[in-house]
T-cell receptor
Framework: DQQVKQNSPSLSVQEGRISILNCDYT??????FLWYKKYPAEGPTFLIS?????DKNEDGRFTVFLNKSAKHLSLHIVPSQPGDSAVYFC?????????????FGQGTELSVKP | ETGVTQTPRHLVMGMTNKKSLKCEQH?????MYWYKQSAKKPLELMFV???????ENNSVPSRFSPECPNSSHLFLHLHTLQPEDSALYLC????????????FGDGTRLSIL
């Protein structure tokens, strides 16, 4: 049973436009969420995180939104750049600060076209 | 060197071979992790070490044997693997177990013949 789901395996966006990557989770006890980005032949790179006490966290062009009632997480990239083309993973944890492990989604491949 | 380094980057082995994957982190972190990523599947946590002690073993078969001699090095010893063990194996580290984001290495692509 997959607790973290990224239902779109791929997304294509024009350069300069907004990219919205979505993530749904089933465990209402999750309280810490992260987004990672992965280029081919490289390991995942941490992008941004959010705890369940917030509903938004922003870092430059990247904003993560958390809707706890819908158990939904999204990553907005504005404006999108060709260098953002990569696979994006969301991850969630329950009790992360007490040793809770990260549960990853299966990833969404973003392609930003010039 | 900075970050998390994994060697080798690629490994092809037969089912009867014994090999080891190596991970080294230069971030001063106290926790290290092994993950497995099979094709079209999410990353799966295999092992967690905190200050060289194993704190999590996520129901991994005994043909995978981790070793953490110090907080900077982590090994995954492999023996009598199966074809379904072919995958990308990723090492990660964090400040403490589950404190701060995990930083990943580039992985070892393992193929079992």
């Amino acid at each position: 049973d997959q607790q973290v789901k990224q239902n779109s395996p791929s997304l294509s966006v024009q350069e300069g436009r907004i990219s919205i990557l979505n993530c749904d989770y089933t465990n209402s006890m999750f309280d810490y969420f992260l987004w990672y980005k992965k280029y081919p032949a490289e390991g995942p790179t941490f992008l941004i995180s959010i705890s369940s006490i917030k509903d938004k966290n922003e870092d430059g062009r990247f904003t993560v939104f958390l809707n706890k009632s819908a158990k939904h997480l999204s990553l907005h990239i504005v404006p999108s750049q060709p260098g953002d083309s990569a696979v994006y993973f969301c991850a969630a944890s329950r009790g992360y600060n007490q040793g809770g492990k990260l549960i990853f989604g299966q990833g969404t491949e973003l392609s930003v076209k010039p | 060197e900075t970050g998390v380094t994994q060697t080798p980057r690629h490994l092809v082995m037969g089912m009867t071979n014994k090999k080891s994957l190596k991970c080294e982190q230069h971030l001063g972190h106290n926790a290290m992790y092994w993950y497995k990523q099979s094709a079209k599947k999410p990353l799966e946590l295999m092992f967690v070490y905190s200050l060289e002690e194993r704190v999590e073993n996520n129901s991994v078969p005994s043909r995978f044997s981790p070793e953490c001699p110090n907080s900077s090095h982590l090994f995954l010893h492999l023996h009598t693997l199966q074809p379904e063990d072919s995958a990308l194996y990723l090492c990660a580290s964090s400040q403490e177990p589950a404190v701060g984001p995990q930083h990943f290495g580039d992985g070892t692509r393992l193929s079992i013949l």
